[in-house]
């Protein structure tokens, strides 16, 4: 039975890197069909919104959804209810998105390509489990309004029990098929929101004796992650700490262009995209490297349809291609073949066969 999957190319880079993972998925045969949509700012310079009604019917018609990037500066100046990362919002509460995984793995080939001594990341497996769909991004009251006289800004950090504990069972589940030691990173020092936080998951553990739970503060997390970073396996944590910890973990691995991401629902059923963002500063050069949305694409095989053995072979590819010393801008150095786009994708299609 063919699966159905949604195809979002979005902006700047999107398009591009896009081509090149469904390049991959076409060169293995599979039963699956694609439904092109738009969102973000491509949407709004064709519909005037960032999540169009035809793009929400097409989202959840499919099994899956794999996405490019979105944004730009061209839209900076949109009203912030219609800009590009709107679309992006809009699609994971949509559809119910709330368990984003990161994996953050250094490929042996790179390890001169972190930013910091082979000897501090090299083997570096880790996954960052971030709460997708609550937290200070979603909570309300939320706004700017004049008080005394002077604007004011205020956010709303807010998390129900239930999403405290749903959350915690996918991080503790990932944590089972790993090694087993699970951090749960949090505030709770200054924020009851993450006190909440704390206490619950510590209520999970008895659950699970076979995994280990620590708790660390978020700045210490963050400075961990730089001192220490193979002291972790799995690192469980909110919206907005998964947010800035997952990018700075992402720099570990020599390039947030190599990260993959899934964001996915209670079912399985998600939304596959690539870690950074849509560049648009070299979009249309054929120079972004497409490494992270062809491994989002194994993602997406491995966890909305269970074909472990073609995510597989997607991952063998990818690095089979770096070990032939096939280099995009981002992760180039010397003694290393310089590629573009397109031919880094015909690489691992090449790397399939």
């Given amino acids: 039975m063919k699966k159905r999957v949604c195809v979002l190319p979005g902006d700047g880079i999107g398009p591009e890197i896009v081509a090149e993972a469904v390049k991959v998925l076409d060169a293995l045969a599979l039963p699956i069909e694609y439904e092109y949509a738009l969102l973000g700012g491509a949407a709004i310079d064709a519909t005037g919104e960032p999540y169009p009604e035809a793009t929400r019917e097409a989202a959840r018609r499919a099994d899956a959804v794999l996405l490019g990037a979105v944004g730009g500066p061209k839209w900076d100046e949109l009203p912030r209810a219609q800009r590009p990362e709107r679309g992006l919002l809009g699609i994971r509460k949509d559809l119910g998105l709330f368990a984003n995984l990161r994996p953050a793995v250094l490929f042996p080939e ?7 001594k082979p000897e501090v990341v090299s083997g570096l497996d880790i996954v960052i489990v971030r709460e997708l769909t609550g937290d200070i991004y979603f909570g309300e009251p939320r706004g700017i309004e004049v008080r005394d006289g002077e604007r004011v800004g205020f956010n709303t950090m ?3 029990e239930s999403e405290i504990r749903r959350i915690g069972r996918v991080a503790f589940e990932t944590a089972r098929r790993r ?9 709770m020092n200054v924020l009851e929101t993450t006190q909440l936080w704390r206490d619950v998951m510590n209520e999970l553990a008895p659950e699970y004796p076979d995994v280990t739970l620590t708790h660390m503060l978020v700045d210490n997390a963050a400075m961990q992650l730089v001192r220490a970073p193979k002291q972790f396996d799995v690192i469980v944590t909110g919206n907005m700490f998964g947010d800035i910890l997952s990018d700075e973990a992402a720099m570990l691995t020599g390039s947030i262009g190599m990260l993959p991401s899934a964001s996915l629902d209670e079912q399985g059923k998600g939304l596959y995209e690539p870690c950074h963002g849509s560049a648009p500063d070299i979009a249309g050069q054929g120079v972004a490297n497409p490494l992270a949305t062809i491994l989002s694409a194994a993602m997406m095989l491995r966890h909305s349809f269970g074909w472990e053995e073609a995510a597989a072979r997607i991952e063998r590819a990818v690095r089979a291609v770096l070990a ?20 880094m994708g015909e690489a691992v299609v090449a790397a399939l066969r």
């Fill in 110 to 116: 790179l390890a001169s390509a972190s930013a910091l």
């Fill in 158 to 160: 807010i998390y129900r």
């Fill in 179 to 187: 090694g087993k030691k699970l951090c749960s990173v949090d505030k």
């Fill in 324 to 343: 032939q010393g096939l280099r995009t801008r981002d992760i180039f150095e010397p003694g290393t073949r310089l590629v573009g786009t397109a031919e």
